[in-house]
């Protein structure tokens, strides 16, 4: 298969690319670096990217920005950020993608375990999280040409709460990303759609 990740110089893409590389023809794109760049929030870039990639026959995205902290002292432009970017974003560039994807192919976006943990901030995290994974459940019904729309919601990723700080007390049930990559691997070389795969805990 011809795989595009959107997000491949992440913690999580990174992974998923060296998983698929093993067996398939893997563009790996950054945002503000790597050979292949794309913005999600920008449909002239994404329609660039896919003037570049030509037909795929799977996305993946694992890019999307979100804000955590107090709701309280939250500000509009915080909240806006994982509203606009990680949710809107992956929405657009499913839709602005789907002529480029080959008939019977598939779209895998990330989404994240406080879709369904709920801890102080992560308001706006839980509500992006939830929307993309509705998305996923419902959109998959409403794709064209046997096209496959999957979310992968991943929990702690062991190297992210490495390098976070505070997030050490998190390390004893972070999942390494090579393990969350597996749930990516299994949506784009298997049949499910509609599926919300948890990849680890929080
Ligand atoms: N890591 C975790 O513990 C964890 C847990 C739950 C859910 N998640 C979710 O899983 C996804 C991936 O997480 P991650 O830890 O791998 O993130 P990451 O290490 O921050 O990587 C994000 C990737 O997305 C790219 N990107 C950022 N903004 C973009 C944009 N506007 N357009 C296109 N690409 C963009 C980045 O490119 P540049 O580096 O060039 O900016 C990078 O390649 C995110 O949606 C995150 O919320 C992660």
Do not use: W
């Amino acid at each position: 298969m011809k795989i595009l990740i959107i997000g491949a110089t992440g913690t999580i893409g990174r992974a998923v690319a060296d998983h698929l590389a093993a067996r398939h023809e893997v563009l790996r794109a950054g945002h503000s670096s790597g050979d292949l760049r794309v913005d999600i929030n920008d449909a002239a870039s994404i329609a660039a990217l896919f003037a570049t990639v030509g037909q795929v026959d799977a996305l993946i995205s694992t890019a999307g920005r979100v804000h955590v902290g107090p709701f309280a002292t939250m500000t509009d432009a915080q909240a806006r950020l994982g509203i606009l970017d990680k949710l809107f974003g992956q929405i657009s560039l499913t839709r602005l993608a789907l002529p480029s994807i080959t008939d019977g192919g598939s779209v895998t976006l990330s989404s994240g375990l406080a879709s369904r943990l709920y801890r102080p901030g992560f308001s706006v995290l839980s509500a992006v999280n939830a929307g993309l994974e509705a998305f996923g459940r419902s959109g998959a019904t409403d794709m064209p040409r046997g096209i496959r729309l999957n979310i992968v919601s991943p929990g702690a990723v062991r190297e992210t709460m490495a390098a976070m700080p505070g997030g050490a007390a998190m390390l004893a049930s972070a999942m390494p990303a090579a393990e969350v990559a597996l749930a990516y691997v299994r949506l784009v070389e298997g049949k499910e759609t509609g599926a919300v795969v948890d990849a680890g805990q929080i």
